[in-house]
């Protein structure tokens, strides 16, 4: 069955810091852009970062730039989004998504592959 997961979240203190996975299972990500969603409670989901397929483009959302950093390993089959100097407003459900187009930017309608999220929270 074809399927991503996301795992590493959990409760973190401001400024702290997390590493998000999202691992293929039963395709390879070889040929998928990838990118990293979130929502909170009582918002919409957002986008958040996007990696192309062969890993040299690189997108993100104007609130995350310069804290959070996508990477992939298709090697592994995995894709990472580190994420530095948290703050309370990063509390959400993240999710990763694959995408056929392969690029950099994400879309309405991205994702042909999603996993089923792993919760961030940000709190002291």
């Known amino acids: 069955q074809l399927q991503l997961v996301e795992s590493g979240g959990g409760l973190v203190q401001p400024g702290g810091s997390l590493r998000l996975s999202c691992a293929a299972s039963?395709?390879?990500?070889?040929?998928?852009?990838i990118g990293w969603f979130r929502q909170a409670p009582g918002k919409e989901r957002e986008g958040v970062s996007c990696i192309s397929s062969s890993g040299g483009s690189t997108n993100y959302a104007g609130s995350v730039k310069g804290r959070f950093i996508i990477s992939r390993d298709n090697a592994k089959n995995t894709v990472y989004l580190q994420m530095n100097s948290l703050k309370p407003e990063d509390t959400a459900v993240y999710y990763c998504?694959?995408?056929?187009?392969?690029?950099?930017?994400?879309?309405?309608?991205?994702?042909?592959?999603w996993g089923q999220g792993t919760q961030v929270t940000v709190s002291s």
């Open positions: 998504a694959a995408d056929r187009r392969r690029g950099s930017s994400w879309y309405e309608g991205y994702g042909d592959y």
């Open positions: 039963g395709f390879t990500l070889d040929y998928y852009a």
